[in-house]
């Protein structure tokens, strides 16, 4: 019984030894796992950030004083207006209107 | 049967036998490999587990005065190569040189040091070619994402904003001055890779964003610059000038709205271009000014007080013959009064004067208006003006120095004098930029704007202003330069320029320019336009003075200034004409007028880049009833900046950590 009970020992030990590896390459894989979710998060922010960057870069082409000219003569018929053709009205107070 | 047995009892023990040693050597090897210091192993680890990632500095923002984006950064892929881990066959090295547009020679020849472990195949590559290469699959050859430059705005401002090198240093123009503003350290992330070399992060949250440098915001008005350079172009080609200059310049306190070169340069081509044509001309081009220079003769005699308003001159042509040169006029007149001279452009008075002046006074007056010395413009190779020594001058020089020939300044010295004129006589130091804010919100600060060093007294002032006027005027060489609703002060310009094989100057090359400003009664606006060598409509004051008057008056109205000149209105809808006085006592216009009250209005302020602490700080200054959304750098508000803002108006203010988190 006693001798039973001494082999029961080592076999639960054997057991609990295997188990907290398992437990610990587990843990290990996990953490391998998540590193390569944030790496590709990071990733991913940094394209979106990249594409915000060109559509800024796009929206600051498109605002072009000569580009936005050329469609209002070319597209639209637009003439620059004659200064002999436009009131300016200041506020009360003030020299000039804001631009 | 234990007889039979020991055969195999001994068979296996010789296995154990092995296993154990077998077993006993791999823990002696991991002992050895784990505790014992071992440089080759360390460096073997390193090379096999550590990566590191360069990421090279993320420059700052140039925006103009309205906040529009003139130059920015944009990651492009970049190609490298570890030859020490490169192989390639010979059907590699032509895939791989197809992709990237280089030769096979140049591509082995970058390949062939094996003892190095990086090399630039091809910097700035498109986002295609690094598909391809990376669909290659080679060991050894990879891909990273740098910096590059762009500028949106192509050719417009060009010259001003200049441009950087492939390493990203500024080398010419506002990147080159500002490079340590704008440049930010570049930063070495160390990380673990795989055997597939993907990096995996692990521990503290990694950096993927070098720290931003902090952005500029210019003095420029994009608009503005437009119109300066839409005229210029228009001009200098109909008129088949070499090259042409503009600046536009706000003479209360220096600050440029507009600055250009032509010929023109787009700074994201410039491989199509030549160095000749990246010189910003107005900062670094020195040029024999003409008669413009005038204006400033007049100056140094009232100054000096041997010029009186009412003095007459004699200055028929052939009146005045110095060391055998007769100077000679291209209006004929036989007596003028001061303002007669710069009317008519008068080179025999001006000389008189120049004469009655004397070498030693016109000398110290050309220093004091500071046309011997550098602007402080912050813009880098900025030239001085020219001038030999006056010991050294005969009448004749003294007479050609008078009206702005045998002297040589910038555009930019000019303007910037022609500025003290116009607010009075005080010097102003021009400038391009106006603030520069890191991304935290953190303002550089900038010593800018008004001098309190007088150059002109207010009389010299008041009346040389008063005297350009009447260069503007119906029968004034500048005429052209007018401005129908504005009182303009201007001057023309037409020098001779010297032959440089002869040393003589040319009859037929010349430099044509008029100076401004307006309007007359309150300057908003001081302006100077040059062409060169115009093969047609050379004069001054046909080929600049009208060039003068459209941009100012576009900008004028841009600018929200009212005329100063009384004139007739057409009254939209009404069909009728109404002077100035007739439309005040109009009821229903000024009816309009109340309904609108823009006195109740004001220009909302630009709190984009700030914290909440100075957002608040700001708020408070100006009563305005804030509400704040978010936390961290404001990055947005409601109303934009500049639109207009009823006092009790609500005012929203939109906070973002993204770029606090950029720099943890």
């Known amino acids: 019984m006693s001798k039973m009970s001494k082999r029961g020992v080592v076999y639960l030990a054997l057991l609990t030894t295997l188990l907290v590896s398992l437990l610990y390459v587990r843990s290990r894989f996990f953490l391998v796992e998540l590193s390569y979710k944030i790496s590709r998060a990071l990733e991913s922010k940094s394209s979106l950030e990249q594409e915000k960057r060109e559509l800024s870069l796009e929206l600051s082409t498109l605002k072009n004083p000569d580009r936005i000219e050329r469609i209002a003569t070319q597209k639209f018929g637009l003439k620059r207006i004659q200064t002999s053709a436009s009131i300016v009205m200041t506020p009360k107070g003030k020299k000039h209107a804001a631009p | 049967m234990r007889h039979h047995d020991r055969p195999v009892r001994v068979r296996l023990g010789i296995c154990l036998i092995i296993f154990i040693s077998g077993f006993a050597a791999l823990m002696v090897r991991a002992w050895q490999l784990q505790l014992i210091a071992d440089r080759r192993i360390a460096r073997l680890h390193e090379q096999q587990l550590d990566r590191q990632i360069k990421l090279t500095p993320q420059r700052g923002v140039i925006y103009d005065a309205k906040g529009i984006q003139l130059a920015v950064g944009l990651r492009i892929p970049s190609i490298f190569a570890d030859p020490s881990k490169t192989k390639l066959s010979n059907s590699e090295v032509r895939r791989l040189a197809s992709i990237l547009q280089l030769s096979l020679r140049q591509l082995q020849e970058k390949l062939k040091n094996h003892e190095k472990r990086f090399v630039w195949l091809k910097r700035h590559v498109d986002p295609v070619s690094k598909e391809k290469v990376e669909a290659l699959k080679i060991h050894g050859i990879y891909a990273t994402y740098e910096w590059s430059r762009f500028y949106p705005q192509r050719e417009l401002a060009a010259q001003v904003i200049g441009f950087i090198g492939t390493d990203g240093v500024g080398l010419e123009g506002i990147e080159r001055f ?15 890779q795989d055997a597939k070399g993907r990096p995996i992060y692990s521990g503290n949250p990694p950096v993927l964003e070098p720290e931003q440098g902090a952005s500029l915001y210019l003095t420029l008005d994009s608009t503005i610059q437009h119109f300066v350079e839409k005229e210029l172009r228009e001009a200098a080609e109909n008129s088949g000038s070499k090259a042409a200059m503009g600046v536009v310049m706000d003479p209360t306190d220096g600050r440029i709205l507009a600055m250009a070169s032509y010929p023109f340069v787009n700074p994201n081509r410039l491989d199509q271009s030549t160095s000749s044509v990246w010189r910003n001309r107005p900062v670094e081009e020195i040029f024999e000014p003409g008669s413009t220079f005038k204006v400033f003769t007049l100056a140094a005699a009232l100054e000096a007080q041997v010029l009186s308003p009412t003095q007459n001159f004699l200055c028929r042509k052939g009146s005045l013959t110095l060391n055998g040169k007769t100077i000679s006029n291209v209006v004929e007149k036989t007596w003028l009064t001061a303002d007669g001279i710069l009317k008519f452009s008068n080179n025999v008075c001006a000389a008189r004067i120049g004469l009655a002046l004397g070498r030693e006074r016109i000398a110290d007056a050309i220093f004091k208006f500071g046309f011997l010395e550098r602007t402080g413009i912050d813009f880098p190779s900025e030239a001085k003006g020219l001038l030999t020594k006056s010991e050294t001058w005969r009448p004749i020089e003294l007479a050609n120095i008078s009206f702005g020939q045998g002297i040589g300044v910038t555009a930019i010295q000019m303007v910037s004098a022609l500025s003290a004129i116009a607010n009075g006589g005080h010097a102003v130091t021009p400038y391009l930029v106006e603030r ?8 550089i600060p900038f010593q800018r704007g008004f001098q309190k060093i007088r150059i002109f007294t207010p009389r010299t002032a008041k009346l040389l202003g008063k005297w350009m006027e009447g260069v503007t005027g119906p029968d004034g060489s500048g005429f052209a330069g007018a401005i129908p609703g504005y009182r303009v002060a201007g001057k023309t310009g037409t020098a001779q320029i010297v032959e440089p094989t002869s040393g003589k100057y040319s009859n037929h090359r010349v430099m044509s320019s008029f100076m401004g400003f307006a309007p007359a009664s309150d300057p908003r606006l001081a302006a100077i336009f040059v062409f060169r060598e115009p093969q047609h409509a050379d004069y001054g004051g046909v080929l600049a003075a009208p060039v003068f008057s459209r941009v100012i ?13 009384k004139m007739d209105v057409l009254v939209a809808h009404k069909g009728q004409h109404f002077s100035n006085k007739k439309l005040k006592e109009n009821t229903e216009i000024e009816k309009l007028r109340q309904d609108i009250d823009l006195s109740q209005y ?23 009833n804030v509400r704040i959304v978010g936390s961290g750098v404001a990055i947005r508000q409601e109303p934009a900046p500049g639109k207009l803002l009823s006092k009790n108006q609500p005012f929203k203010v939109y906070f973002t950590q993204d770029h606090i988190g950029e720099r943890t």
Do not use: C, N, W
């Open chain 2, 178 to 192: 500002y490079d340590r503003f704008l440049q930010s350290e570049s930063l070495v992330m160390h990380t673990l």
């Open chain 2, 436 to 443: 520069g804010v890191f991304p935290i919100g953190k303002e």
């Open chain 2, 553 to 565: 008056s576009e900008s004028l109205t841009y600018l929200g200034v009212p005329p100063d000149q």
């Open chain 2, 602 to 624: 004001d220009g909302a302020p630009d709190f984009r880049g700030m914290t909440i602490r100075e957002v608040l700080s700001h708020a408070q200054k100006l009563s305005l």
